[in-house]
């Protein structure tokens, strides 16, 4: 079971960086997946609510895989 909610995580946290990079390129167009670890160096990203959202999803979504590993951790101890 934890095997298949570690995937799910995986796959939403895959398509959500794929959605989150094509969004930030119609603000920013040569932005790269790297530049989106540090959104701040980006003056429109950084005022555009849309991205703000979406890259909260990102956040979102990061945290419940690292909770999700942690209590595996934890049962397994």
Do not use: Y
């Not at 995937?7 to 989106?36: F, N, S, Y």
């Not at 909770?67 to 101890?77: I, L, N, P, Q």
């Amino acid at each position: 079971m934890w095997d298949d909610v570690e995937q799910l995580l995986g796959e939403m946290t895959r398509a959500q960086e794929r959605k989150l990079l094509a969004l930030a390129r119609r603000i920013v167009p040569d932005v790269t997946p790297e530049d989106l670890r540090n959104p701040h160096d980006f003056t429109a990203l950084l005022h555009s609510a849309e991205f703000n959202f979406e890259d909260g999803i990102l956040a979102g979504l990061l945290s419940a895989a690292a909770a999700v590993r942690a209590a595996r951790r934890e049962m397994a101890s």
